[in-house]
Nanobody, 111 residues
Framework: VQLQASGGGLVQAGGSLRLSCAHSRSALSMGWYRQAPGKQRELLAGISCSGGTHYADSVKGRFTISRDNAKNTVYLQMNSLKLGDTAVYYC?????????WGQGTQVTVSS
């Protein structure tokens, strides 16, 4: 599976960003993960082929995962961003990451 995450950038605290992940295979449960400097990579959200979703407590109520199966694309809408959300964001299969990670997309939240 090939993955391409995009949409990151610099945003002020309280702002919003929408990330996109194009994946080369259909019918996959997909997830968004992130890794902050000096920290382990963590799972943020996952979505099944049928649209069922899962969220980590740290982003529940602020982030929304969605997908467009016709485009083989998964999205992560991030609202009310906090300084602690600064990280490199990756997409991969869910609930276990089974594909190569790729470069991810950097999200930087400023005060």
């Amino acid at each position: 599976v090939q993955l391409q995450a995009s949409g990151g950038g610099l945003v002020q605290a309280g702002g919003s960003l929408r990330l996109s992940c194009a994946h080369s295979r259909s019918a996959l449960s997909m997830g968004w993960y992130r890794q902050a400097p000096g920290k382990q990579r963590e799972l943020l959200a996952g979505i099944s082929c049928s649209g069922g979703t899962h969220y980590a407590d740290s982003v529940k109520g602020r982030f929304t995962i969605s997908r467009d199966n016709a485009k083989n694309t998964v999205y992560l809408q991030m609202n009310s961003l906090k300084l602690g959300d600064t990280a490199v964001y990756y997409c991969n299969t869910f609930p276990r990451s089974q594909a190569s990670w790729g470069q991810g997309t950097q999200v930087t939240v400023s005060s």
